[in-house]
């Protein structure tokens, strides 16, 4: 069974870092792509990040651009979202998704609220 | 970027009958490998969201088959066939031509 499970979310102040990471299980790491969509209290769905396979490529929306880095570890089945420089509008659930040609499995989300 | 934009639905809707969701891209979704790159997904209250249907019109696993996707290059539907209280909640569409990948606003389903 395919499961992600997000961890390290919390409340941070503006301008401050964050990280925080997806584990995955259930099927071959590896091999597929990984994205990150978060969702604003009460709002729709926001694509942020997706990493290849093997780490090589990465691809950001405009907003987090030099802000948040994707990354992965294959050896530990683990993605990853450094985010810096938070914003207020950074305020969302983050989920982590497998990049399939779609994102057919999703992690459960973790909630990030940047507040002073 | 690519903009989606999808339609209401007239809630609430009387379980058993059918309902219809629309979405337009601003471009054609239609690839040269002969794929529509347009998905859809249903989050349910309180739930992550979940793929239904990928390539416009294949039903990802598990998917019953009383969701049916359809279209052109830019002009898409998702049926839903006999609505039951399960199929409440929020639906996009998503468009996976080409980064950043980009979401509808969501049609809300509620059922009578």
């Known amino acids: 069974e395919v499961q992600l499970v997000e961890s390290g979310g919390g409340l941070v102040q503006p301008g401050r870092s964050l990280k925080f990471s997806c584990a995955a299980s259930g099927f071959t790491f590896s091999d597929y792509a990984m994205a990150w969509v978060r969702q604003a209290p009460k709002k729709g769905l926001e694509w942020v990040a997706t990493?290849?396979?093997?780490?090589?490529?990465?691809y950001y929306r405009d907003s987090v651009k030099g802000r948040f880095t994707i990354s992965r570890d294959n050896a530990k089945s683990t993605l990853y979202l450094q985010m810096d420089s938070l914003r207020s509008e950074d305020t969302a659930t983050y989920y982590c998704?497998?990049?399939?040609?779609?994102?057919?499995?999703w992690g459960q989300g973790v909630m990030v609220t940047v507040s002073s | 970027d690519i903009v989606m934009t999808q339609g209401a639905l007239p809630n609430p809707v009387p379980s058993g009958e059918s309902a219809s969701i629309t979405c337009q891209s601003s471009k054609s979704l239609l690839y040269s490998d002969g794929k529509t790159y347009l998905n859809w997904y249903l989050q349910r209250p309180g739930q992550s969201p979940q793929l239904l249907i990928y390539w416009m019109s294949t039903r990802a696993s598990g998917v019953s088959d009383r969701f049916s996707g359809s279209g052109s290059g830019t002009d898409f539907t998702l049926k839903i066939s006999r609505v039951e209280a399960e199929d409440v909640g929020v639906y996009y569409c998503q468009q996976f031509l080409e980064f950043p990948l980009t979401f509808g606003s969501g049609t809300k389903l509620e059922i009578k």
């Open positions: 990493i290849i396979y093997d780490g090589s490529s990465t």
């Open positions: 998704a497998r990049h399939n040609n779609n994102l057919d499995y």
